[in-house]
């Protein structure tokens, strides 16, 4: 691990694996969403729920679909309202809040 790099979560729970420690602090601040597929696709915002309804559908049963949910439950709990939001991009912009490499928020595919 070089100086620049984050260490990642080794915690015990999985749907935390493959973010920073950091991050994984910052998500169990967040109001917690059940870890259901009605409550990640209810949760998510209608612009990206085909796309995690396609991903979670295709993923085979065992570590894969864990990582497909672990990943989507992830956006679901940090996602906001517009109003905040808009928000979030003005203190972002600004320099006022504190920012997570991308790889970490965006729900792609190997994330």
Known sequence: MSDTEEPLYDGPDPFYRGTTAKWAAYLQTLPDV????????????DHWKAEAWLEIHAAEHGPELDRVL?????????????EKLRKIITDIESGK????PSSEASPRPGS
């Open 34 to 45: 059940p870890r259901t597929l009605d409550a990640i696709l209810t949760r998510v915002d």
């Open 70 to 82: 672990a990943r989507w439950w992830r956006v679901a709990r940090q996602w906001k309202s517009p």
């Open 97 to 100: 809040a504190k920012t997570a």
